[in-house]
């Protein structure tokens, strides 16, 4: 083991304990919706989105990492933990989703962030790149591969209609009434990180959670977009670990059509969908390299 991987280890391996010490909380407004983040460190701003169903809490390995340089500031979704939970599918729309990291960027007093995104983090800072390009100075996605590439597996590859089968049961009407906050945590492995899990999804809203399936997941009959493709502008890094089983790897062929800068991809076999929590240390590595060195 090098040793900034070893220096990482030993930050990472102490962040459940002491993050939530070091952390400072705020929100920002969106139009009214309140939007939750608790931030750290000092330097250029890095902007994390969750996914589902996850909160701020996800990055707390990668804002350790980053925090020495970096002034990290992690978002709780619309619907989850602290933020606000308005109503209504169409409160969910990608559009909304993406104006909140807006709001939160201009709330901390920046033009423009590395975004970095997980699941639905990660098709909110696909969206908030191709729309606001002068927002995002570089990008960085963990297992949620480019809208095209999903489209074109779910239209064209039957293992990908197969087990996206769990997005179709969450857009069925009531789906939430099945979740449960000890369901929705059932992932995490870490019994003390369980329990702040539990905590969050105790306060969140599951019928806004599964909204945003209901909004952005492509419905069968499932068919390839022909609208064209708004370039990605930044540089982009991409991490996808090769086990997981809901976004299949087949995904992201091709993505270097859509992005007219570099583009650089780890793929890590052994890790799951939740990349960032499966190789938190390899990933807080490479991703720390690769913003030090641009």
Request: hydrophobic content about 40%; charged content about 20%; some cysteine.
């Amino acid at each position: 083991m090098n040793t900034m991987l070893m220096l990482i280890g030993l930050m990472t391996a102490s962040a459940n304990n002491s993050i939530l010490s070091q952390v400072q909380h705020d929100f920002a407004d969106n139009e009214g919706i309140r939007i939750h983040y608790a931030v750290m460190g000092d330097g250029p701003l890095v902007v994390m989105i969750h996914g589902f169903p996850d909160f701020w809490y996800s990055w707390r390995n990668q804002m350790k990492g980053l925090a020495d340089k970096f002034r990290v500031a992690a978002v709780d979704l619309r619907g989850y933990n602290l933020s606000d939970k308005p109503p209504g599918v169409e409160s969910y729309a990608m559009p909304r989703l993406a104006s909140d990291i807006s709001a939160v960027i201009h709330h901390l007093g920046e033009e423009k962030a590395v975004v970095v995104g997980h699941d639905w983090g990660g098709a909110i800072a696909w969206t908030l790149a191709m729309m606001q390009p002068d927002m995002v100075k570089k990008l960085i996605i963990c297992n949620l591969p480019h809208f095209k590439g999903l489209q074109r597996e779910l239209a064209t590859n039957p293992e990908q209609q197969k087990n996206s089968q769990y997005a179709r049961n969450f857009q069925e009407p009531n789906a939430h009434l099945q979740l449960t906050a000890e369901v929705l945590a059932g992932w995490v492995t870490d019994p003390d990180a369980k329990t702040s899990y539990i905590d969050a999804f105790e306060k969140s809203d599951f019928e806004a959670m599964l909204n945003y399936y209901k909004a952005n997941y492509p419905r069968p009959p499932y068919t390839e977009s022909d609208e064209p493709v708004i370039k990605v502008k930044c540089p982009v890094l991409m991490f996808h670990g090769l086990e997981d089983w809901a976004l299949l790897p087949g995904a992201l062929n091709d993505t270097w059509k859509w992005i007219d800068n570099e583009l650089t991809l780890v793929t890590i076999p052994g890790a799951g969908h939740f990349v960032q929590h499966d190789a938190s240390e390899r990933v807080t590595q490479v991703m720390r390299r690769w913003l030090l060195n641009w």
